[in-house]
Each structure stands twice: as structure tokens, then as C-alpha cells.
């Protein structure tokens, strides 16, 4: 089982190459959308790293995936300069997914 990357800069591909980690660099929808179903094909890859400005390019189309599928396990990168999320997006998220406040 493998790792794959889906970054919007190469600054994070190499970092995660370093480590051993494969992946490409995406910067349009479209193109992020090929990357992406190409990924999902590949039944190597147990864990899909995606960085945060992609995955606001459409947030939709990867819900769909973490909902209906279990793998690729999809995890959200935030890029050098640190997260972009509010504070509280962990919270909101678990109020939004469960209906529980922490």
C-alpha cells in the first residue's frame, strides 16, 4: 500500500518525494479531476495526501469520494505557510458530521 500526492506547488512534492512519497503537481480543476480518478483507480495507493488549496477547488467532488468509498484514505495538507482553516474547523466539522458540540 502506497502514498500518493496531489499538490498545487512543487515546494511540497519534493518534501514528500524526500520521504518517499510519489505525486504530481495540479494547479486547474480539470486537470486536478483527471489526477484525482487516476488516483482512485490505482488500488496501491491506501492513502490520497491532498493539499488544502486543491481541495478547495472542489470540495464536492472529494466529500463524494470520503463518503462512498473507504479507500484511499484522503488527508488534507496545509502548505508551508501553514493552514488556511479557521481555528475551530475540527469542532465544526465533528458538529457537522455528528451533531455533537465539543
Do not use: C, W
Not at 500500500?1 to 519534493?14: A, G, P, R, V
Not at 514528500?16 to 486537470?31: D, N, P, Q
Amino acid at each position: 500500500m502506497k502514498y500518493f500526492l496531489l499538490s498545487d506547488n512543487i515546494d511540497t512534492l519534493t518534501g514528500m518525494r524526500l520521504a518517499g512519497v510519489e505525486g504530481v503537481v495540479v494547479h486547474e480543476k480539470e486537470e486536478f479531476k483527471q489526477e484525482f480518478d487516476r488516483v482512485l483507480k490505482n488500488k496501491d495507493v491506501a492513502v490520497l495526501l491532498i493539499t488544502e488549496k486543491l481541495v478547495d477547488l472542489a470540495p464536492e467532488y472529494i466529500e463524494e469520494q470520503k463518503v462512498n468509498n473507504k479507500i484511499p484514505l484522503i488527508v488534507e495538507l496545509p502548505d508551508r505557510h501553514g493552514t488556511s482553516r479557521p481555528d475551530d474547523y475540527i469542532l465544526n466539522y465533528v458538529k457537522d458530521a455528528i451533531g455533537v458540540r465539543l
